[in-house]
Nanobody, 124 residues
Framework: QVQLVESGGGSVEAGGSLRLSCAAS????????MAWFRRRPGKDYEGVAA????????YYADSVEGRFTISYDSSKNTMSLEMTSLQPEDTDMYYC?????????????????WGRGTQVTVSS
């Protein structure tokens, strides 16, 4: 069982930056794919970025490409998301997810483990 705990959310003005972290309770060597999703109430999960923990391949949504950077530190079992040039449309609850099985990275249903989320609010 892998437990995921997000941190680093908060409120910033447009153009600002935030760094989200996702700490895993167990070695994520068991988890091949980790990702960040975001979701607004009543909406579906939107894949933001993902990383293969064993080889470092990364994926980004078009809306965040060039502004967000995902990374994974195996020594700390921690995934991070560096967010820059934040815009009001980035306002959402951000969730960390992990899976031990391969899946299309943006398929939320393919992830077995989820954190409880951390709120990001960007004001104009």
């Amino acid at each position: 069982q892998v437990q995921l705990v997000e941190s680093g959310g908060g409120s910033v003005e447009a153009g600002g930056s935030l760094r989200l972290s996702c700490a895993a309770s167990a070695s994520t060597a068991h988890s091949n794919l980790m990702a960040w999703f975001r979701r607004r109430p009543g909406k579906d999960y939107e894949g933001v970025a993902a990383i293969w923990t064993n080889r470092g391949d990364t994926y980004y949504a078009d809306s965040v490409e060039g502004r967000f950077t995902i990374s994974y530190d195996s020594s700390k079992n921690t995934m991070s998301l560096e967010m820059t040039s934040l815009q009001p449309e980035d306002t959402d609850m951000y969730y960390c997810a992990a899976t031990t099985f391969g899946t299309y990275w943006r398929n939320a249903q393919g992830y077995k483990y989820w954190g409880r989320g951390t709120q990001v609010t960007v004001s104009s």
